[in-house]
């Protein structure tokens, strides 16, 4: 999987944190991404 915000390939089980958008889970390298695509999940989803 990759991190929308940072373009980073995780490893889902690796994942520092995850994120549900739109009935999509997404996978983050750490919690500062996280953070990120909750303040505004529209920039990274395509
Ligand atoms: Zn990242």
Not at 1 to 9: A, F, H, L, Q
Not at 25 to 43: R, V
């Amino acid at each position: 999987m990759k991190d929308p915000v940072c373009g980073m390939t995780v490893e889902p089980a690796k994942a520092a944190a995850t994120s549900e958008y739109q009935g999509q889970t997404y996978y983050f390298c750490s919690a500062g991404c996280k953070a990120k695509f909750d303040a505004n999940p529209t920039q990274y989803v395509k």
